[in-house]
Nanobody, 120 residues
């Protein structure tokens, strides 16, 4: 069984910073990608940032403010969020595509989410 556990959410004023962490644990053979999505009530979940191999991709709305990084030795991904805006308020979900064992194929996993609230 694979688990993704997020931490680091909270409340901050506009212009502030937060750092999210997500650790993948359980039966993990190989990780293809790790990333962050976010969702507000009544809207679809949207990608924030993804790291796969040596590349990273960001949503246009967070470029220059958010930085995604990964510690492959600990199967952990981080999201450093700076210059936060009220519109960044959402539940942030960790995502990973990984293989739990050799030959098992790739599967997608989600964390339970962590709330980020930015006040003006």
């Amino acid at each position: 069984q694979v688990q993704l556990v997020e931490s680091g959410g909270g409340s901050v004023q506009a212009g502030g910073s937060l750092r999210l962490s997500c650790a993948a644990s359980g039966s993990i053979f190989k990780i293809d990608s790790m990333g962050w999505y976010r969702q507000v009530p009544g809207k679809q979940r949207e990608v924030v940032a993804i790291t796969t191999g040596g590349s990273t991709n960001y949503a246009d709305s967070v470029k220059g403010r958010f930085t995604i990084s990964r510690d492959n030795t600990k199967n952990t991904v981080f999201l450093q969020m700076n210059s936060l805006k009220p519109e960044d308020t959402a539940v942030y979900y960790c995502n990973s595509i990984l293989a739990s064992r050799a030959g098992s194929g790739w599967f997608e996993y989600w964390g339970h989410g962590t709330q980020v609230t930015v006040s003006s």
